[in-house]
């Protein structure tokens, strides 16, 4: 399992851009697939967007267009650069290995609030 640390979150009002980090603990080269997932209150955890090695990065529909997903191999981050933000992206935002399960080990996340 991996370990990360998210950041950069907090409040933004529609309309704004974030840029969020995932540092990886080990060689980002070596993980086959990584994903942005976001929780929201008393909702299921959510695949966001996911960066693959070696194969063109995959976004979810519902931030298609204003979300972007890739990677600083030389720093082992994964980077989510969000756009034109809805009050409805307000979630606490984490990185894992795609795939990964509530079983998983996940990092403490970065809290996302979107509001005027």
């Known amino acids: 399992q991996v370990q990360v640390v998210e950041s950069g979150g907090g409040l933004v009002q529609p309309g704004g851009s974030l840029r969020l980090s995932c540092v990886v603990s080990?060689?980002?080269?070596?993980?086959?697939?990584m994903t942005w997932y976001r929780q929201a209150p008393g909702a299921q955890r959510q695949s966001v967007a996911t960066?693959?090695?070696?194969?063109?990065?995959r976004v979810e529909d519902s931030v298609k267009g204003r979300f972007t997903i890739s990677g600083d191999y030389a720093e082992n981050t994964v980077i989510l650069q969000m756009n034109n933000l809805k009050p409805e992206d307000t979630a606490t935002y984490y990185c894992?290995?795609?795939?990964?399960?509530?079983?998983?080990?996940w990092g403490k996340g970065t809290l996302v609030t979107v509001s005027s």
């Open positions: 960066l693959f090695a070696g194969d063109n990065p």
């Open positions: 894992n290995v795609a795939g990964s399960s509530d079983s998983s080990n």
């Open positions: 080990g060689p980002l080269i070596r993980f086959t697939a």
